[in-house]
């Protein structure tokens, strides 16, 4: 609607496109000079706006808004013309704006934001102080909510003043916004305030899970997993009903990521029956492949007929026989789940999924089509390439996602899973190529630092920059077990399997898998302790016996 009405006036705003953007008090061009009542109209100055921005000429814009909003008593237009002054970047005219906002909205939280966001760019700590307690004044709480974005991107300055704010006493007692306030100081970098925030946010709400939570997750990350489970441990014995049951999850999956199974099952059973600390109970079982613990779990819910009667319920009792890789029985599990529950969709994408496995591709897709209007084009994409991957079909697989490329060619999600599939195609360098571009994109990814450095170090010779791209990795994220995998191959490729060995060691306790398992077994066999590695390739063939990776190292060592 707006193109239409700038297009009906543009003889009469012809001449504004000549300006030039820097000029503070915009005049129209001499060759058709305004009237002098144009410059005193605001209609006028905000359609020049519009017009100005549809050009890309935000600074003119930002000019015709602020001479706008000054012109008329519209709070909506004086917020505008704050927004666009931001984005100029100008201070003059962001100054103009927010003094005419904050004289048409004295009550409202934006000019208060906006000021302490301006005072912030500007390092003036007084003036941001002023601001950000008047937001934290108001009693509702979109006060401190307004006052947490401000800081959000303030940098040293927002960091120094939260710490002043902190040592005052003058944030917030809602658990909420403590908990907020604590994730806030360590986004802007400071673990050992954000820390002290959470510790003071518990013992002010010990009755609140989320400050159980949070702290104990700040724990974590900064290495301390005894005093996070600890912590955990006491706030089940502290909290009952819903608040111990998450506390409870929590710590499951946590001890779960450090391959402590066994554990994790016995938090979960004195946890109780309720589907969330069944389906955790299952990820637990999924995540510690092993079929025993699997198989009794299966058996354990299929006897309970309030769980068979629930659409969720069938879809978990699904993956448990797909886990069991008793597909007849899971397809039937995963065609009970009606069409009107929020589990069919994924009930729908595992049938289509473990049809594909079977080679029954036309079923496959056939299922895939009944949810395809659910689905965005980027997702069915990734979902059509996988099922044709599942069916051994990778060229298929291949077209498909290049078709996809033509619109959606640097979505990260795309390229990796292009590039995974190119790799196993054997081409290998175009592989590299496509990971490359995933760096280039974002070169603190995690994720794409580990799969460009995994592929070199497996495929290629470029071992010392293979080396690089997986410490880089594995320094954001060191309990990821594909990371701690990838280490451990990078230095058994250098040449230093003793070094190897306790990070493949590490990577299979923590996620038990059929290619870590092939890694584990060869370094072992390559360090003299052959039956070790026989019994750790027999757990990964029981994983997944069809593994290309664990089928080809015991073809090389066992001739099998």
Request: aromatic content about 6%; some cysteine.
């Amino acid at each position: 609607m707006r193109r239409l009405i700038i297009l009906a006036l543009g003889l009469m705003l012809v001449a504004c496109a000549g300006t030039r953007p820097s000029e503070p008090d915009r005049k129209l061009s001499a060759s058709a000079p305004a009237a002098a009542s144009d410059e005193d109209d605001p209609l006028f100055n905000a359609v020049a706006a519009e017009f100005a921005l549809e050009q890309g000429d935000v600074a003119g814009a930002a000019s015709y808004l602020v001479r706008a909003a000054e012109l008329q008593a519209d709070p909506a237009l004086a917020e505008r013309a704050t927004q666009i002054a931001f984005l100029a970047g100008d201070p003059s005219l962001i100054r103009r704006a927010l003094a005419r906002w904050s004289v048409l909205a004295p009550d409202a939280i934006g000019p208060r934001h906006a000021q302490a966001v301006l005072a912030l760019r500007a390092g003036d700590l007084p003036a941001a102080r002023e601001a950000i307690e008047r937001l934290l004044a108001d009693p509702n709480a979109q006060g401190w909510v307004a006052a947490v974005q401000a800081l959000a991107h303030g940098g040293e300055p927002a960091l120094t003043l939260l710490a002043q704010l902190s040592s005052a006493n003058r944030l917030p007692e809602d658990p909420t916004a403590c908990v907020v306030f604590s994730q806030l100081a360590e986004r802007l970098g400071d673990l050992g305030l954000a820390l002290e925030l959470a510790a003071r946010a518990r013992a002010s709400h010990p009755q609140e899970a989320q400050t159980w939570l949070w702290e104990a997750e700040l724990r974590r990350r900064r290495g301390d997993f005894e005093g996070a489970v600890g912590l955990l441990e006491e706030g089940i014995r502290s909290l009952s009903g819903d608040g111990g049951e998450s506390l409870s999850l929590a710590l499951a999956g946590m001890l779960a990521e450090r391959g402590k199974f066994a554990e994790a099952e016995r938090v979960l059973l004195a946890a109780g029956e309720s589907l969330q600390v069944i389906r955790m109970r299952a990820a637990v079982a999924a995540r510690a492949a092993d079929p025993v613990q699997t198989g009794r779990l299966y058996e354990e819910l299929r006897a309970r007929p309030d769980l068979e009667r629930t659409d969720e319920g069938r879809l978990l009792l699904g993956q448990l026989a797909e886990l069991l890789r008793r597909s007849e029985e899971a397809l039937q599990w995963y065609r009970s789940v009606s069409r009107e529950s929020e589990s069919w969709a994924e009930a729908r994408r595992r049938s289509a999924l473990l049809l594909a496995t079977q080679g029954r591709v036309a079923e496959a897709l056939k299922a895939m089509e009944e949810v395809e209007t659910e689905e965005e084009a980027l997702d069915r994409a990734l979902f059509e390439s996988e099922i044709l991957q599942r069916a051994g079909r990778h060229d298929d697989a291949l077209a498909v996602l290049e078709r996809a490329a033509t619109e959606f060619a640097d979505e990260p999600r795309l390229l990796y899973s292009k590039g995974l599939l190119l790799e196993r195609l054997d081409r290998v360098d175009e592989a590299i190529a496509v990971f490359r571009r995933l760096v280039e994109l974002d070169p603190e990814d995690p994720s794409a630092l580990n799969a460009l450095g995994y592929t070199l170090a497996d495929r290629t010779d470029r071992l010392d920059e293979a080396y690089q791209l997986i410490e880089r990795a594995l320094a954001a994220r060191p309990d990821e077990p594909a990371f701690i995998d990838s280490m451990g191959w990078v230095l058994f490729r250098k040449g230093r399997a003793i070094e190897a060995l306790p990070y493949l060691e590490r990577a299979f306790a923590l996620q038990p898998d059929a290619e870590v398992a092939a890694h584990l077994g060869e370094v072992l066999w390559v360090l003299g302790q052959q039956e070790r590695a026989r019994e750790v390739w027999q757990r990964g063939d029981a994983i997944d016996p069809e593994h290309r990776v664990l089928r080809a190292t015991i073809r090389r060592f066992l001739g099998e």
